[in-house]
């Protein structure tokens, strides 16, 4: 190790290279040019004495010792900037950087919850990032972020999974559906309608498929779509039902766009978590948004948007 001569210029650049997979996207976030960016990585392998990158055709990856890198450059520069933010929070003012992966279907809600906390701490400087769940859990395995916010937190992982947010599930169709006036519907009669359904791997689509086992039903997809927004539309086109978050479908009910079908076992009942690896501390900036979101839950806050809650307009039963 003595042969090892670091800078945290270098650690930055090879952090940044190494989360973006991208030369030039990282040199454009550190505000440098990309010669730049390849000599001070080329001084940072010859330090270590072993090759981190390699190009296969025109794919772009790390090696082994590239891996212990990165696992090395996120915990070095976690702890700097959790000492940055403490030593910061010595003022009573709360600042900084709030860094967060978010599965896509929280875009409904989180941007306010977001939104009245940075009222509060107009100091702070969120960065989220929404994408897939199973890039979520990536981001959280290679702790890229102060925390993930998803619905179930992955069961072979090590982590603290804080629930905080209601999350109901309904079922949902176009207005004109045959099925919208008609209440209690059996499982194994809305299981033959044609289904929209989200990949394999979303938390929408896995808590549908546990709803399925748990009724000993099976459906053939009509379609598989890759968003939310797109099975909305889909369904709002007359296409076929599906199931989604009550959160995500407030414009479509309000006007009147779609409804929700009245099935037996319905609204599946799940809450969104806060997650972080086990053993992490988290930055005085990410303990106080948990926190925040944690106090809304315990005050009942299910929805930062009217009508979070299936409310007695869009109900079914009314």
Same mark, same amino acid.
């Given at each position: 190790m003595a042969r090892m001569h670091l800078t945290l210029?270098?650690?930055?650049?090879?952090?940044?290279?190494?989360?973006?997979?991208?030369?030039? &996207?990282?040199? !454009?976030? /550190?505000?440098?040019?990309?010669?730049?960016?390849s000599i001070q990585l080329r001084r940072l392998?010859?330090?270590?004495?072993?090759k981190l990158f390699e190009h296969i055709g025109k794919r772009f990856f790390l090696t082994p010792a590239g891996h212990e890198m990165q696992a090395a450059c996120n915990d070095i520069l976690g702890r700097l900037q959790v000492l940055e933010q403490s030593l910061d929070s010595l003022d009573d003012t709360l600042k900084g950087p709030l860094r967060l992966s978010v599965v896509t279907s929280t875009k409904y809600f989180l941007p306010h919850l977001l939104g009245s906390f940075i009222v509060d701490h107009p100091a702070v400087l969120p960065r989220l990032i929404v994408t897939n769940r199973e &890039?979520?859990? !990536?981001? /959280?395995?290679?702790?890229?972020?102060?925390?993930v916010i998803m619905g179930q937190a992955p069961d072979d992982l090590a982590v603290e999974a804080h629930p905080f947010y209601e999350n109901l599930i309904v079922v949902a169709a176009h207005t004109q559906h045959p099925l919208s006036a008609v209440r209690s519907i059996p499982p194994l009669q809305i299981a033959r309608e044609r289904w929209l359904v989200r990949e394999a791997g979303s938390g929408t689509r896995s808590a549908f498929d546990r709803y399925l086992i748990e009724n000993d039903l099976a459906i053939t997809p009509y379609m598989e779509l890759g968003s939310t927004e797109a099975i909305k539309q889909g369904v709002m086109a007359g296409l076929g039902v599906s199931v989604l978050p009550i959160s995500s479908?407030?414009?479509?009910?309000?006007?009147?766009?779609?409804?929700?079908?009245?099935?037996?076992g319905f609204p599946l009942c799940r809450r969104w978590n806060a997650?972080?690896?086990k053993g992490k501390t988290l930055s005085p900036v990410a303990r106080a948004f948990v926190d925040f979101l944690l106090a809304g839950a315990s005050s009942d806050r299910t929805s930062p948007l009217?009508?979070?809650?299936?409310?007695?307009?869009?109900?079914p039963g009314n």
């Amino acid at each position: 190790m003595a042969r090892m001569h670091l800078t945290l210029q270098q650690l930055r650049l090879f952090e940044a290279v190494s989360r973006h997979r991208h030369f030039t &996207r990282a040199a !454009e976030e /550190l505000h440098l040019t990309q010669p730049a960016v390849s000599i001070q990585l080329r001084r940072l392998e010859e330090n270590v004495g072993a090759k981190l990158f390699e190009h296969i055709g025109k794919r772009f990856f790390l090696t082994p010792a590239g891996h212990e890198m990165q696992a090395a450059c996120n915990d070095i520069l976690g702890r700097l900037q959790v000492l940055e933010q403490s030593l910061d929070s010595l003022d009573d003012t709360l600042k900084g950087p709030l860094r967060l992966s978010v599965v896509t279907s929280t875009k409904y809600f989180l941007p306010h919850l977001l939104g009245s906390f940075i009222v509060d701490h107009p100091a702070v400087l969120p960065r989220l990032i929404v994408t897939n769940r199973e &890039r979520v859990i !990536e981001r /959280l395995v290679e702790n890229l972020d102060d925390f993930v916010i998803m619905g179930q937190a992955p069961d072979d992982l090590a982590v603290e999974a804080h629930p905080f947010y209601e999350n109901l599930i309904v079922v949902a169709a176009h207005t004109q559906h045959p099925l919208s006036a008609v209440r209690s519907i059996p499982p194994l009669q809305i299981a033959r309608e044609r289904w929209l359904v989200r990949e394999a791997g979303s938390g929408t689509r896995s808590a549908f498929d546990r709803y399925l086992i748990e009724n000993d039903l099976a459906i053939t997809p009509y379609m598989e779509l890759g968003s939310t927004e797109a099975i909305k539309q889909g369904v709002m086109a007359g296409l076929g039902v599906s199931v989604l978050p009550i959160s995500s479908m407030q414009l479509e009910l309000t006007n009147g766009c779609l409804a929700v079908l009245d099935v037996q076992g319905f609204p599946l009942c799940r809450r969104w978590n806060a997650v972080w690896l086990k053993g992490k501390t988290l930055s005085p900036v990410a303990r106080a948004f948990v926190d925040f979101l944690l106090a809304g839950a315990s005050s009942d806050r299910t929805s930062p948007l009217a009508g979070g809650r299936l409310s007695a307009s869009n109900a079914p039963g009314n």
